[in-house]
């Protein structure tokens, strides 16, 4: 059966971003992918377009996979790495070792191309086919807190960071674009705090946090600031953050939906391992939110 199918570097056609969207429908209903959702993350990203295979069987999308480029400071230098995002594989072709083989072409074009790693979070369920079917570092858990008062910053900010994604003003407008979120700002203790809906009432996820504020920070006019005071969930690593102890706590294991892992595969050679404790990495750096 293998032999049957084709396999395609993504493309750009609105016919094709059109057939992932049905793909990636039927396998995640509840995700809400469309196709502007789409152009706007494989097209628009100001650092590259997506990196992925199509698997066809004739005509018909049996699965996809795509890493979206970015930039990391790692180890002190700027790097190209790439995000581990959408991946579906339609339930008539699912057990055919289609994602394996898309993952391992999508890495190949990736490392041809000068990317030096590839990184991501994984759930409960896909944690383990990334880590012993492709090779993935499984670097941690990402830290849960649920918080009543805003974080600050540390003053020793970037003291024993290894990996650190970069976000330049162009960039950060484009993240804050994403046609499926819902953004908003706040001004806090000399620091600017992008902030998304949770879907739960009166409950703000924090995105990012940044040391300054506007002008010389991004908030781009399509964000509303935020007034008033709301309940925040943070999720990621950081030795930067600091949070009120009075005032917040870590959620425990039981009252998540499913723990999240980040996890990290090198495409080079002498890059070594991660510690989770040297990572800064927050929800902005993903796409939970």
Known sequence: MQGSYRFERVGASADELQEVVA?????????????????????????????????????????????????????????????SLNTATHPAHQGRGLFTRLASLTYEVAASEGFHHIFGVGNARSTPGLVEKLGFQLVGR??????????????DLGRSVRWRRLWSSEELAWRLANPRGQYSWRRWRATTQYLAHTGHWGIRAILGVVPGSPPTTVVPSSLRRLRG?????????????????LLSFDLPVSWRPSPLNFVYLPLSSGSGLL???????STIDFDAY
């Open 142 to 155: 990402l830290e849960a807190r649920l918080s009543l008062w805003p974080p600050s910053l540390k003053r």
């Open 275 to 281: 510690d989770r404790s040297t990572v800064e990495f």
């Open 23 to 83: 793909l990636l429908t039927t396998v995640w209903p509840k995700a809400g992918f469309d196709l502007s959702y789409l152009r706007w993350l494989y097209r628009q990203n100001p650092v590259g377009v997506a990196i992925g295979f199509n698997a066809w069987y004739g005509s018909s999308l049996a699965a996809h996979y795509v890493v979206i480029p970015c930039r990391v400071i790692f180890d002190g230098g700027e790097v190209k790495a790439a995000l």
């Open 229 to 245: 005071w709301y309940p925040f969930i943070w999720l990621g690593f950081s030795n930067e953050l600091q949070f009120c102890r």
